[in-house]
């Protein structure tokens, strides 16, 4: 009896040791207790493991949703630098973060898992319990402050669904046929039928839930061949934002060569009455106004004179910040270009593009109280376009829905664009042509009825690849978007199957789950 004690605490388990050193910091043998499987755990350690499994949970669910939010990653950014005056990839770093503490939760939850396995009490060290209360406090702040500061961000996660879920669906499915071994093996040692149930029961509905969540899936990828409409036609939003500095001829140029089909702007007036490219308020973020003029950093752009605008640079702050992540880098060319560019004018934007017979559309900003144009930067675009730049009209999107009854009469030619929904007897009475619609508003059936009408439908801000393919599988028309360069080289929607495809993928993902849980079952 001495004999077989001693042995008990001093024989050399080299995986279990591992597995309780990492999770209970316990590497001795004798630091160690044994449970039968099955057997009612209720003390204050094990009480631990659910609280362990929600962080998992709520990490995975943090991760995935971070993680699909990544085509708004600049705007988020964007948004940080308005309100603290730096710029920061505090998206890229969030990401990170997330990413980590989802491995962090996942390595501890399958040493649990394991422990268990082996028949061993589980003792989560202190600093893993504060790590896991950490994360779970974490994950759900974040989750709750998305909520509430970045509502779209919820519709573009169900956007996501559309695409990723027949693939989610094969994932969950996996960990359920994993988890099968650890659960087959508590509930058959289990010693009374009731721990049983409370083991087995909850398992088997969460699977059979599972195995029948794809009656109720919906995408607009999964369709028969043959029905998939042509490619989206591709806009670049401010020219081409991830290549060069934005709103600039070398960016607009870059989109240009890229194969891009239409260029997207901002337009600004300068105190003078010049129509110039700019999207922010003020100067700050995209030129060098804190080395030419330090004293006017938050002076509104459109209170300049254009001499004025003139002397700043428009580039050198794209080589400095690195504005998208991801960008990669650039040629030494390219950055010598970037270094010289300077804010663009209308005049000029409209004739380049016209040179290559883009189309063009661009959001209109009135200039501020006691500007002297402020009541005539309607002519004063007008002008640029019909008398200095004599673009075909056919290639202007207009967007901006003041006076367009006017801007019809002066202007006829023009395609005219509604910037949201509406009745289609109300687009027709205003000849509306086109709808330019945030992305997260994209709809298929409202895309059909739209185009039955003869009115085509743009979104924007679409950059991400499986993003343009859910477009692409919708009838999206055209995108606006910062990734001319990425989405020009996709032959054919991700995820695209046939509902033949899917059903098979469905029906034997269900069929091989059931049998292997079944043998482990058995075994």
């Not at 590497?27 to 009480?47: F, L």
């Not at 649990?112 to 950490?134: P, R, V």
Request: aromatic share 12%.
């Amino acid at each position: 009896v001495v004999r077989r004690r001693l042995l008990q605490r001093y024989e050399h388990q080299p995986f279990i040791s591992c597995l309780a050193g990492f999770y209970s910091c316990r590497w001795r043998r004798y630091q160690r207790e044994r449970t039968e499987p099955g057997k009612c755990c209720c003390n204050r350690e094990c009480m631990f493991f659910p609280l362990l499994v929600a962080a998992f949970c709520f990490s995975l669910v943090f991760l995935y949703t971070w993680s699909e939010g990544k085509n708004d990653y600049n705007g988020f950014d964007w948004y940080n630098y308005g309100n603290l005056g730096f710029w920061f990839l505090w998206s890229l770093v969030i990401l990170i973060v997330a990413a980590v503490l989802f491995a962090y939760i996942s390595l501890l939850l399958v040493l649990a898992m394991c422990l268990l396995a082996e028949g061993q009490q589980l003792y989560l060290h202190w600093s893993h319990k504060i790590g896991t209360f950490l994360v779970l406090g974490f994950c759900i702040s974040s989750l709750f402050a998305l909520s509430i500061l970045w509502r779209d961000h919820r519709k573009t996660v169900r956007l996501s669904f559309q695409v990723t879920a027949p693939y989610l669906h094969i994932g969950a499915i996996a960990i359920m046929v994993l988890l099968s071994w650890p659960v087959a093996l508590h509930a058959i040692r289990a010693d009374k039928k009731v721990i049983q149930v409370i083991i087995v029961g909850p398992y088997l509905a969460i699977l059979l839930f599972l195995f029948l969540i794809p009656l109720g899936m919906y995408s607009p990828c999964i369709r028969e061949m043959g029905t998939l409409g042509p490619k989206p036609a591709l806009i670049g939003h401010r020219g081409a934002p991830m290549l060069a500095p934005e709103n600039t001829e070398m960016s607009f140029l870059k989109t240009i060569e890229h194969g891009g089909d239409g260029l997207e702007t901002d337009v600004a007036i300068s105190y003078d009455g010049v129509p110039f490219l700019m999207h922010d308020d003020t100067l700050r973020r995209t030129t060098n106004i804190q080395e030419v003029y330090p004293n006017d950093t938050n002076k509104a752009a459109s209170l300049f004179s254009w001499d004025a605008l003139q002397k700043l640079n428009a580039g050198t702050w794209f080589l400095k910040n690195k504005p998208f992540v991801g960008m990669g880098s650039l040629s030494k060319a390219d950055q010598n270009q970037a270094m010289n560019q300077s804010i663009y004018t209308l005049s000029s934007f409209l004739r380049l593009a016209d040179s290559h017979n883009k189309l063009v559309i661009f959001d209109l900003y009135r200039p501020p109280e006691r500007h002297p144009y402020r009541n005539l930067w309607i002519r004063k675009i007008l002008d640029v376009i019909l008398k200095e730049s004599k673009i075909k009209r056919h290639l202007v999107l207009w967007l901006n829905n003041n006076v367009r009854s006017f801007v019809q009469s002066v202007a006829p030619g023009f395609q005219h664009t509604m910037g949201r929904k509406a009745p289609i007897e109300e687009l027709l009475k205003h000849n509306i042509v086109k709808l330019n619609l945030v992305y997260t508003d994209m709809s298929m059936e409202d895309i059909r009825k739209y185009a039955e009408a003869n009115i085509t439908t743009n979104f924007y801000v679409v950059n991400e690849p499986w993003l343009y393919s859910l477009a692409w599988c919708s009838g999206a028309h055209s995108v606006t978007t910062n990734a001319v360069h990425l989405l020009k080289d996709l032959s054919q929607p991700l995820f695209l199957m046939t509902p033949r495809q899917y059903n098979i993928m469905w029906i034997l993902t269900d069929l091989t789950s059931a049998f292997l849980i079944s043998l482990i079952f058995a075994l």
